[in-house]
């Protein structure tokens, strides 16, 4: 079957086997949101597992305790983006001051007796290298995002491929 289109009052083109074309197009469609999904999904456990890598590296567990525990991504709700750094939690309710380990801020433990060997030490002053603001940032999930965001292209390139295989393309 072929489509006749009109270009002007004297000329049309007709075009023979779009219809196989424009059937794994409308296949590819109705796969694309689920592989996405899918692909989305994998990308935020990787960014969350550099996260936790990057903090074990940093040594924040001594003194903030299971700071991991509260990481966790979503994927997005229109289930279209691949953007997934900025679905990246790292603050929640099991560790409300993430942005002070991260940015800088001195981690003061919850008893001389639950962290032996570590002194109280509540003086905030600013120190040489600091900025001023009291102690240098860890900047874990700073460092992971950077580290994370190479390897995205083939993750996204490796969706491409599975929406244009399963759609016969």
Excluded: W
Excluded at 22 to 30: H, I, L, W, Y
Excluded at 71 to 94: C, F, H, I, Q, W
Excluded at 118 to 136: I, P
Excluded at 137 to 142: D, L, R, T
């Amino acid at each position: 079957m072929s489509r006749v289109y009109r270009i002007s009052t004297n000329a049309t083109v007709t075009i023979t086997g779009m219809e196989e074309l424009e059937q794994k197009m409308r296949a590819a469609v109705k796969v694309y949101p689920d592989i996405t999904y899918e692909v989305v999904r994998k990308c935020g456990e990787k960014l969350k597992k550099d996260l936790k890598e990057e903090t074990d590296a940093a040594g924040v567990g001594v003194i903030t305790g299971n700071l991991k525990a509260g990481y966790s991504t979503r994927v997005p709700s229109n289930r279209t983006g691949m953007d997934v750094a900025s679905y990246l939690m790292a603050e929640t309710k099991k560790n409300p001051h993430f942005h002070l380990i991260e940015h800088g801020h001195r981690m003061v433990p919850r008893g001389p007796a639950k962290r032996p060997g570590v002194q109280k030490d509540k003086s905030n002053k600013a120190k040489e290298g600091t900025g001023g603001r009291g102690v240098a940032g860890y900047h874990m999930a700073e460092k992971a995002i950077s580290e994370y965001a190479p390897k995205h292209p083939k993750f996204a390139m490796e969706a491409m491929e599975k929406i244009l295989s399963r759609a016969g393309l």
